[in-house]
Structures are given as structure tokens and as C-alpha cells.
């Protein structure tokens, strides 16, 4: 069991203030983050790649070999790596560097992105994204695995006895989720591999979170790669903690109401009612993300999302020492256990 935090580097502005961080106090702020997740005896810091403002988060691999050279329990991963955009080429060197360089702390989550224009300035067609995530990725896992390439598809030039270069740490790749939030092809791509398959159901009803990781599980097994109940599975969730719900409540209610993705004002109980989304006490946040596994089954990984609306960093910061004090300690127990 793995819980930990996600950070997708936007620089929406305070709401208090009406400023958003610049650039560079984002990109810093990130950092404290990720060194504050380990402090407070989180398991996993998650990072996104994104190429559109008002996002930070361009160069996943730089920001977490930076934050690998200051920490040394953490686990690092991206939240999504645009396997669709990115040259497999380089996604397999870039990553197998960062492998070393974190000494093996370090998994990814491949992802198609949620901005089209994005596909354009790569020179890729977005109406091909599914079929660039499938070529792309059985080209990316022969450069892991085999030491000399020779392949042809339709999305790249052809490769010729390639060797991709470092090679995986200790001849093991780096373990690959799948995140989707409601493509089933991706959900088949990854118990296709026996990868891990990640919900981030952030926004979206339980409902389809349960069709898309049953889908998984079903076709996981189909595979080979074990029971349905044994697929790897993991999840998104989105928090606001204060010690008490009153105080929690009350103070999101800005940065809900702020933040684009959510229809703010007086919905925000009826939405945290129909989503993964919590504002409450420490117990709170411990039963609600209890409460997934009555739709999604025993996950393996928890990802929560801390700063959406333009929440300061000093919040944030807050918040994952409530995180670790109060939270993680009674997850990892009740969740360890239902799994067994």
C-alpha cells in the first residue's frame, strides 16, 4: 500500500490575494512540497507534464532528479507522462537516467494528456491519441527489455539494432501505471501488460470509476497476470484537511468556488456527495477514502490532490502534516488489512 500526494503545477492565483505564484516560487513551492511528503512519512510524491499555461510542470524527469538528490525514502512518479506526445526514445533514456539517479525510487504513470492543442505543437494528430498511446508504449517497453531493437511503426521513424541508453537499473524497468480517467482502452492496455491501471476519478461519479477499473480487473485476469482481485490498482482523490470539518469546509469553500473544474458557490456539498472529493476532518478524509473500496475493490496506491483552487503553499504544507500525523498512519493500517 502506497499513499502519497499529486501536484499537477498549476499557478492559479490565491483567491485571498488574487496573485498567482510566479514561475519560479511555483516551481520552488513544488519542491518543499515533495521534501515535506517525506518529513511527514508520506510514501509517494507524483508530479504531472503539462505544456500549456498556467502549468510549471514542462520537465517531470528534471524537477524529480532534483527532487531525488534531496530525499532518500521517497518514492517518486509522475502523474502522467504523455506517452502520446513524447518520443518513446526518450521517454525510455530519460527515464532509466532518473532510475539511477533516484537509486530505484521511481515508477511513472503514462497518460494522454488532457490538452489537444498540445499534440499540435509535437507535430501529432490528436485524433490518433489512443493509437499513439498503444504504438508508442509497446515500442517503449522493447527499449527497456531488449538490448537491441530493430522495429517499424506508424508514428516514428523506423529503428535499426537501437539500444537505448542507460539501461534500467539492475536490468528491471521502472513499473508503469496507466491513468485514465474514462478511456476503457487504456484501462485494456494496462492488464494487456499486467501494469498497474490508475482511476484518477478525481472529478468524476463512482460509477464509472467502478466500470473502468472492473473492466481492468476482468481483462487482467483474462491475460494471465492473476485473479481479477489481484490487479494492480490505484487512485486519485482530491483533499482539503483542517482538524475540524467546520474550519475544513469553510475555508475551501473559496478555492472551490475559484477553481474552474468545479461548479462552486452552494454545490460544493452536493458535489463532494457525488465525488472523490473531501473537505473535513482527518476521520473524514479516513472514511471517505475507505469508502472506495465499496466501488473500486482493495487498491494498491492513493493518490490525493491538495492544491487545486490556488491553495497557498503555506496551506499545503498544512495539510500534508495532517496528512502524515493523522491520516496515512490509520490508512495504511485499514487498508493493509483489507487487503490481506
Not at 527532487?67 to 502520446?84: G, P, Q, V, Y
Not at 492543442?117 to 498511446?133: E, M, Q
Not at 468545479?262 to 473531501?278: E, H, K, L, R, V
Request: proline share 6%.
Amino acid at each position: 500500500m502506497q499513499i502519497g500526494i499529486f501536484s499537477v503545477g498549476d499557478r492559479t492565483a490565491d483567491p485571498a490575494t488574487g496573485r498567482p505564484p510566479t514561475e519560479r516560487e511555483r516551481i520552488k513551492g513544488t519542491v518543499e512540497i515533495a521534501l515535506r511528503a517525506e518529513q511527514a512519512g508520506l510514501d509517494v510524491f507524483a508530479t504531472g507534464e503539462h505544456h500549456i499555461p498556467p502549468y510549471v510542470t514542462s520537465s517531470p524527469t528534471t524537477l524529480l532528479s532534483y527532487i531525488a538528490a534531496k530525499t532518500s525514502t521517497l518514492h517518486l512518479s509522475t502523474s502522467t507522462t504523455l506517452i502520446t506526445t513524447n518520443d518513446p526514445v526518450k521517454v525510455a533514456e530519460d527515464y532509466a537516467m532518473l532510475q539511477h539517479l533516484a537509486d530505484g525510487r521511481l515508477d511513472l504513470m503514462l497518460g494522454r494528456g488532457n490538452s489537444g492543442p498540445v499534440y499540435g505543437w509535437f507535430g501529432k494528430d490528436s485524433r490518433k491519441g489512443v493509437d499513439l498511446a498503444i504504438e508508442n508504449y509497446a515500442l517503449l517497453r522493447r527499449l527497456w527489455d531488449e538490448d537491441r531493437v530493430t522495429w517499424s511503426g506508424k508514428y516514428r521513424t523506423p529503428l535499426q539494432n537501437f539500444t537505448s541508453t542507460p539501461r534500467p537499473l539492475g536490468g528491471a524497468a521502472p513499473f508503469v501505471w496507466h491513468g485514465s480517467v474514462k478511456t476503457p482502452e487504456i484501462a485494456e492496455q494496462a492488464a494487456y501488460y499486467g501494469d498497474g491501471f490508475f482511476a484518477n476519478h478525481i472529478f468524476g461519479p463512482p460509477q464509472h470509476t467502478a466500470r473502468m477499473v472492473g473492466l481492468y480487473r476482468e481483462r487482467f485476469e483474462h491475460y494471465g497476470h492473476g485473479r481479477a482481485d489481484q490487479a494492480i490498482v490505484g487512485l486519485g482523490a482530491h483533499a482539503f484537511i483542517r482538524k475540524n470539518s467546520q474550519d475544513a469546509v469553510r475555508d475551501f469553500q473559496p478555492y472551490f468556488d475559484n477553481a474552474p473544474m468545479f461548479p462552486g458557490g452552494s454545490a460544493m456539498g452536493d458535489y463532494m456527495a457525488q465525488t472523490p472529493t473531501i473537505a473535513g476532518s482527518p476521520q473524514q478524509v479516513i472514511e471517505k477514502t475507505l469508502s472506495f473500496r465499496n466501488y473500486a475493490g482493495n487498491f494498491q496506491r492513493i493518490l490525493f490532490a491538495l492544491e487545486i483552487g490556488g491553495v497557498p503553499l503555506e496551506t499545503t504544507l498544512e495539510q500534508i502534516d495532517l496528512l502524515g500525523e493523522y491520516v496515512v498512519p490509520e490508512l495504511r493500517k485499514e487498508l493493509t488489512s483489507g487487503a490481506a
